[in-house]
């Protein structure tokens, strides 16, 4: 195929919009607050050069917040992105199945809010609720710490905390099934996310994680856990940062290769996107906190071709050189997705 006629076929992929599932997007509104219209000046350029659809927009509470001031934080983090995402007359944030709908169709890049570890709650059931009320649609019950719910999977291939979830945990599971708010497996501990497919019956989803079969960690997920996810017909969402345990082999065909892994052992409907894109944020963080994250968690490594949103069309163009059909590439970026949000939202 010639160059313009790769680049027709990816306007044309990308028309309908991309979703990504996973962005630490109200963070940094946050971190920004003083700031005058940071989502329209510094993200929805990539979001329109990357053909964004929908985002995942991640509640997510740095350490240096808990316990007191979690729940004041996640509830900024939500009031800065409805008021960015209004003042940009762009973006919408989106709850129910049909809202995304309309956002794509109107070509608005339209969030989906999603919590990754309920700090916010504490372990206060109630809070769930108003959460939801507040248009919380996905929920992760950790992040790699330990909480109220639960434990998290480490960046190391055996170590993580052999319990499961907490009663808590166990009734925040139950209560999300009862309100239709969708359960998240990324970076639980391989003991509560045994647990929680038990607890459940509808679709579970992993908005952002890799296979252990090329980077081994507890924080991604084995095969066995990849066929848990396809029986109950979930969607597996491919992260942009642990691909690799090493710089050099993280690159767009390692990218590839996971999708190519999970599509192999649950089929093509089961793959989504998660980029987790974190450069920004990264970047923007003293050599201190990077040396701290690093002893703590990992080093992450960054595809240098897949950075953030505006690169989304770099991995459109790797999937059409690997081969896969037009089918196939819409059901990746975009369609797997929303048959799920059609299922439960
Ligand atoms: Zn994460």
Not at 121 to 129: C, E, K
Not at 130 to 147: K, Y
Request: glycine share 8%; net charge negative; with cysteine.
């Amino acid at each position: 195929m010639s160059h313009v006629s790769i680049e027709h076929r990816v306007d044309r992929l990308h028309a309908g919009g991309i979703i990504d599932m996973h962005f630490d997007l109200p963070m940094d509104l946050y971190e920004k607050r003083t700031q005058p219209d940071v989502l329209a000046t510094e993200f929805l350029p990539e979001f329109k050069a990357g053909g964004m659809g929908l985002i995942g927009a991640a509640i997510y509470i740095e350490d240096r917040y808990l316990p007191e001031r979690g729940l004041q934080v996640a509830l900024d983090q939500i009031a800065r992105l409805y008021t960015e995402a209004e003042q940009s007359k762009r973006c919408v944030v989106c709850r129910t199945h049909k809202e995304i709908s309309r956002a794509l169709d109107s070509k608005k890049v339209g969030f989906l809010i999603t919590m990754e570890g309920v700090e916010p709650l504490g372990d206060d059931l109630d809070l769930l609720r108003a959460f939801c009320e507040l248009g919380v649609r996905v929920i992760g019950l950790t992040h790699a710490r330990t909480n109220a719910a639960g434990h998290g999977g480490i960046f190391a291939a055996s170590g993580s905390s052999p319990e499961g979830l907490t009663p808590f945990g166990r009734d925040l599971v139950r209560e999300c099934e009862k309100l239709g708010v969708m359960i998240d497996l990324a970076h639980i501990n391989p003991a509560g996310f045994t647990e929680v497919v038990d607890l459940t019956t509808k679709p579970l989803i992993v908005s952002h994680t890799n296979a252990r079969k090329f980077y081994d960690v507890e924080r991604n997920i084995n095969d066995a856990q990849i066929k848990m996810i396809g029986q109950r017909r979930g969607v597996i969402g491919i992260n942009s940062v642990l691909v690799s345990p090493e710089q050099k082999g993280s690159t767009l065909d390692c990218y590839v290769d996971h999708i190519e892994h999970v599509a192999s052992l649950i089929g093509i409907d089961c793959v989504g996107i998660g980029f987790d894109f974190f450069e920004f944020i990264y970047r923007q963080w003293p050599e201190s906190k990077k040396k701290w994250v690093a002893e703590k968690l990992t080093t992450p490594h960054f595809i240098t071709d897949l950075t953030n949103h505006s690169h989304a069309r770099n991995l459109t163009r790797k999937l059409i050189e690997r081969g896969f059909s037009d089918d196939d590439i819409e059901k990746i970026l975009r369609e797997n997705w929303l048959r799920i949000f059609g299922e439960l939202l």
